[in-house]
Nanobody
Framework: QVQLVESGGGSVQAGGSLRLSCVAS????????MGWYRQAPGKQRELVAR???????NYADSVKGRFTISRDIVKNTLYLQMNSLKPEDTGVYYC?????????WGQGTQVTVSS
């Protein structure tokens, strides 16, 4: 069983920044992809950013140029640096780890951006 623990959410004004962290209970190298997803009220969960098992990066169009995903393989930690935040970035952000096509999820952390 994989455990993922997110932190770093909060409330900021538009234009502000936040850095999310996700600590994984197992290694984040090898056949492991990791990513951040978010879910706004009344909407489906959507991909924000992802690092594939070979290190390829993928971002949602809405966050390109503003968000940066990274990882620290020594600390088994995934990060999401969010800059120039907009009200539409509001939602619960979930950390995801995909291992051999099995998905694991964190409990989520709330991000609220006010105008």
């Amino acid at each position: 069983q994989v455990q993922l623990v997110e932190s770093g959410g909060g409330s900021v004004q538009a234009g502000g920044s936040l850095r999310l962290s996700c600590v994984a209970s197992r290694r984040i190298l090898g056949d492991v992809a990791m990513g951040w997803y978010r879910q706004a009220p009344g909407k489906q969960r959507e991909l924000v950013a992802r690092i594939s098992s070979v290190g390829g990066l993928n971002y949602a169009d809405s966050v390109k140029g503003r968000f940066t995903i990274s990882r620290d393989i020594v600390k088994n930690t995934l990060y999401l640096q969010m800059n120039s935040l907009k009200p539409e970035d509001t939602g619960v952000y979930y950390c995801n780890q995909e291992v051999s096509k099995i998905n694991y999820w964190g409990q989520g952390t709330q991000v609220t951006v006010s105008s």
